[in-house]
């Protein structure tokens, strides 16, 4: 039973401030939909080494329409998030892509101002093979 579970499940913690909640339960290879949660691995760079889980919100999907004025970015015209200028440890962070987003590709938010989510070009959007599988909140 314990290999089954883990073969279609895992845990994602959420250790900063940039989600409500902290624990997730993953569901490994289901996609997510616009409004869900999504666990992913990261690609690598600023502090966070390459594979780590990240824990986001699906804001956009194919065929929707990232915009930015100045350093706030819209998803089919509702704003999902202000870009700051520079992180918390004063490093220069460079803004995200706008435009269509392709097949296979999520724009991925969180609520918090110091979220490192898809206004930046660190994560940028997110592709379908980075994907781990839908988060559901714990707590």
Known sequence: AATLFHANFGF????????PDRLFIIHK?????????????????????????????????????????DRDFYV????????????????????????VLPPGRYYVRAPHPDSLDSRYRLTGWISEDQIIGRAYALF
């Open 12 to 19: 994602g913690l959420n250790a900063s401030p940039s989600l």
């Open 76 to 99: 089919n015209g509702v704003h999902v998030g202000k870009a700051k200028t520079v992180s918390r440890m004063d490093q220069p962070l460079e803004l995200g892509p706008v435009g």
């Open 29 to 69: 290879g289901e996609i997510p939909q616009r409004g869900d949660y999504v666990a992913f691995r990261w690609q690598g760079g600023g502090p966070y080494p390459a594979g780590v889980t990240f824990v986001k919100i699906v804001a956009g999907m194919a065929g929707d329409t990232v915009t930015r004025v």
